[in-house]
């Protein structure tokens, strides 16, 4: 399908056409190219299944004598198995597969990677589900709201943050540039003085009759110690009075600055502990809040099912889809890799039964399709899988995530700056503790086995043990992936065999 494709062609499963015009450009012209590219022109470049039947479930294919396109990556092989039977037993089917490939095919990783659920509007698992679901959006928007309430006063802390490195600017150029100090007293006479409102101010001074000159004195000089105030003031011309006032406005205004600025160094620290706090608790809702969000995605019904004619609202029917990965260890670069894909269906049949002649009420008539596929896979490719699987999940936290990184771009670099800050402070770094390895001692019976390995090193001396091992020619690549799809071959045709003997199937 076209609309699979595009994403398919992102995780970089390509066919050959699309691995040569990919392979001369660079990673921001095809990530580039890829984002422009649109989902009609991607099936060219896609290495996508192409099946047999129609999906006439949806309706997407107009010619049905055509093959069409499903959306995953073209398989080595691949079966399907319809099943449909009364009172069918769903888990059964799906626990059974799970175990056949864990225990007898020797499959030992597996990744769930698609559970959706659609039920018809007037079904009772429909009104279970919505009621579960309401109280899953009710804990998401309290979650939100905090986030939100969190994000705004990121905003004020740092922002109170810079104007304390503004003012540290003006402390820590004081006494060498001239201008910091006059900025300094500047702000002495408007916060603690009170500016002209005060009338034993430096400007409220300066409007009486012998202290006009006051200002100028107390602007242009420079003294950095409370101890040296004397000193400098007793070498000026002027009277007594005025030099005794000059002296009292400095002196305060030195004690202000020394206090002050440790007082802003305290703050600043308290201020940048409580920033990476308030950092890490929004961080933390965030984490609480996405399981719930995830529930959410999951719980919503599949739109594809809603709309198809299998689910009807006056009905009690449902359908689950169902997808997991198992993963065999290779000593290969490609692994044997198998996805099973579940669909599940349920409709209701009338039932009576003979013994009463009264109607039971309905019986659910199961229905299961499914679909055995084998690959061999690098970790690379695995991973694109899952990542192709979980873009659905991930369109959901996008909000989320892309309002913290519209807040963080907005707040520039200083948020991360503040963070860093704040980790490097509370870094412990700790002496690593190198413990020197003691040779093994096997007690009593350490002269006895010293014998032995004794005569283990003559006769490896006369007969080298690893001449007695054949030597492994190493495999070519060519090979390797022949194996590997032999080996895929195989436990897709047991698991598909011994499901259908197992429970009475005809086999060939």
Do not use: C
Request: hydrophobic fraction near 35%; aromatic fraction near 12%; proline fraction near 3%.
């Amino acid at each position: 399908m076209a609309e699979y494709s595009k994403d398919l062609l992102k995780a970089g499963f390509l066919n050959e056409e699309g691995k040569k015009l990919f392979a001369s450009m660079g990673d921001e012209k095809k990530k580039e190219y890829m984002e422009s590219i649109s989902d009609k022109d991607a099936e060219k470049y896609v290495d996508e299944e192409e099946a047999e039947e129609a999906n006439l479930q949806l309706g997407l294919q107009k010619d049905y004598s055509q093959y069409i396109r499903t959306g995953y990556p073209d398989p080595i092989k691949r079966y399907n198995l319809v099943i449909e039977s009364q009172n069918i037993s769903l888990e059964e089917v799906y626990f059974w597969i799970i175990q056949q490939l864990k225990v007898d095919q020797s499959f030992p990783t597996f990744y769930k990677l698609v559970d959706s659920f659609s039920a018809s509007e007037q079904s009772s698992m429909w009104g279970g589900a919505q009621s579960r679901l309401k109280i899953q959006q009710d804990t998401v928007s309290q979650y939100l709201a905090t986030i939100g309430n969190m994000l705004k006063n990121l905003f004020q802390l740092v922002r109170e943050l810079r104007i304390i490195d503004e003012r540290f600017e003006l402390y820590d150029n004081w006494e060498t540039s001239k201008s910091a100090d006059v900025t300094l007293k500047g702000l002495y006479i408007d916060l603690v003085e009170g500016a002209t409102k005060n009338p034993a101010s430096v400007y409220g001074l300066a409007q009486n009759v012998g202290f006009t000159i006051l200002p100028d004195l107390f602007f242009n000089t420079q003294v950095f110690d409370p101890q040296k105030v004397d000193q400098v003031i007793d070498g000026m011309k002027y009277n007594t009075q005025l030099k005794n006032v000059l002296r009292r406005k400095l002196y305060s205004y030195i004690a202000w600055k020394i206090k002050t600025h440790k007082e802003l160094k305290d703050r600043r620290g308290f201020q940048i502990k409580y920033l990476r706090q308030h950092w890490t608790t929004m961080n933390m809702y965030m984490e609480w809040l996405k399981p719930y969000l995830r529930n959410i995605r999951r719980m919503h019904m599949n739109e594809k099912n809603i709309e198809s004619v299998d689910i009807v609202s006056a009905f009690e029917t449902s359908v689950t889809e169902v997808e997991f990965m198992a993963v065999k260890p290779s000593l290969t670069d490609k692994q044997p890799v198998i996805l099973a894909s579940f669909r599940y269906t349920t409709r209701p049949e009338l039932s009576f039964q003979k013994d009463q002649y009264a109607h039971r009420g309905p019986v659910h008539v199961g229905r299961v399709e499914l679909s055995l596929r084998g690959y061999g896979w690098s970790d690379k490719q695995i991973e694109n899988y899952k990542e192709y699987k979980r873009q659905e999940g991930i369109k959901l936290f996008s909000d989320l995530d892309e309002s913290v990184k519209a807040a963080m771009t907005a707040l520039g670099g200083d948020l991360e700056k503040y963070l860093k800050e704040a980790e490097e402070s509370d870094k412990k770094i700790k002496p690593e503790d190198k413990k020197e390895k003691k040779p093994k001692s096997w007690g009593m019976a350490e002269p006895f086995i010293a014998v032995f390995q004794g005569f283990g090193e003559i006769f490896d001396t006369l007969i080298p043990i690893g001449s007695l091992i054949p030597s492994k020619k190493p495999k070519s690549d060519k090979k390797e992936d022949k194996d590997v799809k032999e080996a895929i071959k195989v436990n897709l045709w047991l698991t598909y065999k011994n499901y259908k003997k197992a429970h009475g199937m005809i086999t060939w």
